[in-house]
């Protein structure tokens, strides 16, 4: 059997806010963990205006650090995402890059 590939997303997002919370479903296997709630503005996309940050799935483990820490105040972020499956556009950060005032 062939595994099924992960479709990717990428934006480009300004961070307004976010929220620490916990996953509450027993069902899941990440039952307890924590993850940060992004509100975002996404370039050209009206539509989304959150993306969710698990440890789990991050690539670089100091993103979860720098937005702990506030340092992602004021700038744009490329951003990697995958889509949760069955939630229609829920997004889960995979990875981020800092743009400069160019990109």
Known sequence: MVAKKERLYEFSVFITAKKLERVYNKKSTYYGNQFWRLQVEIKDNDKTKEILVYKDFLKDLTIWNSIKDDSWLDKRYWM???????????????N???????E
């Open 80 to 94: 990697l995402c995958n889509r949760k499956p069955g939630s229609g556009r829920i997004y889960r950060l995979i």
């Open 96 to 102: 981020w890059r800092e743009l400069n005032n160019h």
